[in-house]
């Protein structure tokens, strides 16, 4: 690869492909001890089921 494609390359990660603000995941509310994995806050939860249910096909 010369460094032509690398700085192309570099400059499309840059680029974000989505937008996470929104998630449930990113306010986190806690976090479980031994598996790490993040808690939303109940009111980012029902937040994001409304978003799914307003979203219905």
Do not use: C, G, L
């Not at 390359?9 to 603000?21: A, G, L, N, T, V």
């Amino acid at each position: 690869m010369s460094n032509k494609d690398d700085r192309r390359k570099d400059s499309f990660m840059e680029i974000p492909i989505e937008q996470h603000d929104t998630a449930a995941w990113a306010n986190i509310h806690k976090e479980k001890p031994v598996s790490k994995v993040s808690v939303p806050s109940k009111f980012d939860v029902k937040n994001a089921k409304e978003y799914v249910d307003s979203n219905q096909k």
